[in-house]
């Protein structure tokens, strides 16, 4: 009998849960298609509005933007794979004097706050002629904090390969680099799968940088251009929703083909 009662408990706790966490993506959706009159009157739309969509691709800044998030956030997802992979495999498994200096040096990067730097950033950045350019959105995520916790969650999964496996490979001849390449990388997908969603979804919803190195219109990305849909006369919301959804998509489709590789890279070394 308490077992009933608990495991009733338990639904109940979850499906609130459940409903504290899907609502707002259900009401985002169904406030998409409703009317613009009919926002808060209503939770379903009726009649459902098409058109929100369609208006909000038929502005040219807005597909701009989306490509600007795309192509910025694959950029930095590739190379921050590349760098961090390399790098992680350097501090895990070839020593160097001042290995560890210079790792505890590489981990303090993730412990100070961005808009601590900001300021120093963009001054730097106007002094090179970078601002108002993808310049700055590519490079400082790769070679930030970003990129940073990147190489510690690579060096971590690379420690935990036994050195059997490299030591094999050196009786065989391979090189360093031959064994980073044909051994650990394809060892480690579930860690890259990891880290290819953290850096992607990072990039994807990062709107620091773009507000502040970006002026023109037509080069912000998304989470700038989202703002945009308010202004001094109020918010677009039936737009603002219907562009938010269509942000969504790609972080659905990351994730729906990446999930398994991911959950096994959340989960390991947490089973011996």
């Not at 807005?62 to 600007?68: E, I, P």
């Not at 990072?202 to 219109?217: H, K, S, V």
């Amino acid at each position: 009998m308490r077992n009933k009662k608990l495991l009733v408990f338990r639904y109940i706790a979850l499906s609130l849960i459940t409903v504290l966490m899907v609502g707002p993506l259900v009401w985002m959706i169904a406030t998409s298609l409703k009317e613009p009159t009919r926002i808060f009157t209503q939770f379903f739309p009726n009649p459902i509005r098409w058109e929100n969509y369609t208006e909000v691709l038929g502005q040219m800044t807005f597909l701009k933007q989306y490509w600007n998030s795309i192509y910025i956030a694959v950029l930095v997802t590739i190379f921050v794979l590349l760098f961090s992979s390399m790098a992680g495999y350097a501090f895990a498994r070839i020593k160097f004097p001042g290995r560890n200096v210079v790792f505890l040096l590489l981990l303090s990067v993730m412990m100070i706050p961005p808009e601590v730097t900001i300021i120093p950033l963009f001054l730097f950045m106007r002094d090179l002629g970078w601002v108002n350019t993808h310049i700055p959105l590519i490079l400082l995520p790769i070679f930030g904090a970003p990129g940073a916790f990147g190489i510690f969650l690579m060096r971590q999964f690379f420690l935990a390969i036994p050195k059997e496996l490299e030591e094999a490979a050196v009786v065989d001849g391979c090189s360093k680099f031959k064994i980073y390449w044909r051994i650990m990388l394809p060892l480690s997908v579930p860690a890259l799968s990891t880290l290819t969603i953290f850096t992607f979804l990072t990039n994807w919803d990062e709107f620091l940088y773009p507000l502040i190195f970006i002026n023109a219109r037509e080069l912000m990305t998304l989470p700038v251009g989202l703002s945009l849909f308010t202004d001094e006369a109020g918010t677009d919301w039936h737009h603002l929703m219907s562009a938010t959804t269509l942000v969504t998509i790609p972080l659905l489709i990351l994730f729906f083909f990446a999930q398994k590789k991911f959950i096994e890279g959340m989960t390991a070394g947490s089973i011996k």
